[in-house]
C-alpha cells in the first residue's frame, strides 16, 4: 500500500488500471527498452503515435505506468514493471490494436522472442560491445532486426558512391578509430557494391568510428574524411579537393528515420557478411 502510494504521489498509476491519453495516430508504435525516455518522446512527437519507454523494478514490484500527452498527438508512456511482470504480456493489454510497433534495444544484442514476434522492425545499437557476438544474432534473427549503426553511414555510403562510382577501383581502404559495427557495415557494404574487400586500418582519431575512406584506381586515388569536428566531409579525388556537409547523427533522428523506412533496408542484410583484410590493425 505504501508502495502505491508513493507511485501515485509521482504521477505514476497501476498500469491496468490508469487510463492513458489516446494518440493521433494509432498505426503505429514504439517501444525503448533500458529507460531511453528521450528517444522514446522523439518517436512519438515526429509520428504522433504511442511510444512506451520501459525500466524494471524489483522482483516484488508491480505494474506502473505515467502517460503524458505531446504537442502534436503524441503520446510518452513511462513503464515501470518488476522483474516477475512478462514485458511482452504487459505491452500486449496496452498496445494500439494493429500497431506496426517498433522495439529499439539499445544494449547488446539479445533478441526478446516474445517482443521479437510482436514487432515490425527490431532496432539495435550493437556500437563497439561484442560487436562480432552481436552481428552473427542479428544474423540469425531474421529480416526485421537492424542495427543503428547502418543508419550512421548511411551519409558515409551515399558520398562514397558519388566518389568513386565510375572509377576502375583496385584497392579500398577504411581508417577507423575503433573496430565498431559502423565499421563493419562499410566494410560489408563496400564488398557488395563493388566487389572488392575493404582493408581496415588504425586511424588517428581513436575515439571515432570511420574516419576515412580511400580507394586506389587506375591513374590515381580518392579520399573521403570526416572534417569539422564531425560535421562535414573533406572530399579529395585527385588533384581536385572540396568539402560537403555533414548532419549530426544522433541516436533519437536516427531511430525516428528508421522508424519511416519499415522493413529494414535489404541491402543491410547482405552487409553483415563480409571479408575483413587488417582488422587486426585496428584496437
Known amino acids: 500500500m505504501e508502495e502505491a502510494l508513493e507511485g501515485r504521489e509521482g504521477g505514476w498509476e497501476p ?3 490508469a487510463l492513458a491519453p489516446k494518440p493521433l495516430n494509432r498505426s503505429a508504435a514504439l517501444l525503448a527498452l533500458g529507460g531511453r525516455e528521450r528517444e522514446a518522446e522523439k518517436a512519438a512527437s515526429a509520428f504522433s503515435c504511442a511510444a512506451f519507454s520501459v525500466e524494471r523494478g524489483g522482483e516484488e514490484d508491480g505494474a506502473w505506468q505515467k502517460a503524458r500527452a505531446l504537442p502534436g498527438g503524441g503520446v510518452l508512456v513511462s513503464l515501470r514493471l518488476g522483474r ?10 496496452i498496445l494500439p490494436e494493429g500497431a506496426a510497433l517498433t522495439v529499439f534495444d539499445p544494449g547488446r544484442v539479445e533478441i526478446k522472442e516474445g517482443l521479437y514476434s510482436m514487432c515490425s522492425c527490431y532496432v539495435t545499437d550493437a556500437g563497439d560491445r561484442e560487436v562480432l557476438r552481436n552481428f552473427e544474432a542479428l544474423s540469425k ?31 579500398f581502404s577504411i581508417e577507423a578509430g575503433r573496430l565498431d559495427a559502423g565499421v563493419l557495415l562499410l566494410a560489408g557494404w563496400i564488398k557488395g557494391e563493388f566487389s572488392l574487400p575493404a582493408k581496415i586500418a588504425q586511424g588517428p582519431a581513436f575515439d571515432a568510428s570511420v574516419s576515412k575512406i ?29 568539402s560537403a556537409p555533414k548532419e549530426e547523427a544522433l541516436a533519437g533522428d536516427l531511430l525516428v528515420r528508421q522508424m519511416g523506412l519499415l522493413p529494414p533496408d535489404p541491402l ?11 582488422a587486426q590493425d585496428v584496437g
Open 268 to 278: 543491410y542484410r547482405s552487409s553483415l557478411s563480409f571479408e575483413i583484410e587488417g
Open 84 to 93: 516477475k511482470v512478462p514485458l511482452d504480456h504487459a505491452l500486449f493489454q
Open 15 to 17: 498500469l491496468f488500471e
Open 141 to 171: 534473427a531474421g529480416g526485421k532486426a537492424i542495427d543503428l549503426s547502418w543508419e550512421r553511414t548511411r551519409q558515409w555510403r551515399e558520398r562514397a558512391l558519388s566518389l568513386f562510382s565510375g572509377k576502375a577501383v583496385r584497392s
Open 214 to 242: 580511400s580507394a586506389l584506381f587506375e591513374g590515381g586515388e580518392a579520399d573521403l574524411r570526416e572534417g569539422e569536428g564531425g560535421k562535414a566531409f573533406e572530399i579529395r579525388d585527385g588533384g581536385e579537393s572540396f
